[in-house]
């Protein structure tokens, strides 16, 4: 084939190709993890700018992966990628507590009622976060803007962005909010929650998890919540109410500090019958099984009674019985060529790596991917791998003697 009739052709590969979304990035890891009950659901990762073994972490009802990365990354996270094994970008977020030592981040993976991979990628230091809570999870709010549009309320409920938390309650009135768009089946509810010291009452409840008919305060079917009272027997503790007499009531005791944030989770779960859990920083305090289906009247959410607290943060996400585990870490790899996780292969076993993205085949796209990468692999390559017409260096001469061998294979 003539040079312009390879350039034609070249072009539209590049055409339908484009270019890598991951090109500049020096390193990657990839991580193995079992199918679970969930299409899409949104994966703890903790990265860690330091040394160590890779490990999975079980905790809270959920499975944590933490990887190392020592510096190879940047201190503020603007250059972790994430791609599936077909080479897709994931939606994630970062969250802003991370520090120069650690951070964490969701990735919202699609598909993961099946076995997968998941790809990480670091490395480049021009790179900025697209980190996008909105896009992860199923609602995300960190009050930093009113969006009281997207919540159904009653009674006090304050937006303060200038402190970036929901104010919620007071001294003499009930009030609850809860996200109107969330879904409800199989999730979590998460929140990062204070109780302030205006709750003097021994009998309150600052925080629930509810089942309404029809949003009214006092008709729940089930309750469960954490009880902050500042005297008397139900004073810090968790308790659950399981009809709607407020005779059958259940309690644990449960350690609350005023004007302390805890990280509490609300998971719903199932359906005929359905499993209600409550979690407290991580720790299972309660769970419950109702033979009853929530019914499109209920929601999930939270309510002060005699008191007032603060908000953080608000999130819904998947719930999984048994969420995916990591299988197999590989480790730190160094990328071959910018945005393939595979290293290339000499398939002839002649000293040249024909097989540029890995696949263990020659196919047009390891043409593609030398072309749009040719000047790159001049300098981060070693010349005698890639110089398929023997030249003694790289060039598009060598592009065209790959393209014939390609050609010679698939005729």
Known sequence: MRRPALALLLGCLLLVAGASALDGYDYYQTIEYAACDQDIYQQDIVIHRSTGTAYNETAGGLETWHIFVGEHC?????????????????TYYLWPDYSSSSARFAVRLAGADAAGTLV?????PTATTTSDGDATYFHHDHFDADRSSEYSTFGTVYWNTAESRLEIGSASAAAYITPTASKYRDARIEARVMTRSTVTEPWTAPILLARW???LPGRSRYTCGFYDGSSGPNAHHFARMVDQTQTNLQYTPCELIRDTYYHYAFAVAGINPTHLLAYKDSQLVSSYTDANDLETSDYVGFQANTGEFYIDWILVRAYSAAPPAATTFSGEQETAFPGIPNKPRDLAGNGLYTDINGNNRLDYNDLTIFFQNLAWAKTAQPIACFDFNGNGWLDYNDVITLFSTITEEHT
């Open 74 to 90: 940047r201190e503020d996270y603007g250059d972790i990628r994430f791609t599936n094994s077909t080479g897709a970008e994931l």
């Open 120 to 124: 990480i990628w670091y490395g480049n």
């Open 213 to 215: 008919n029809n949003y």
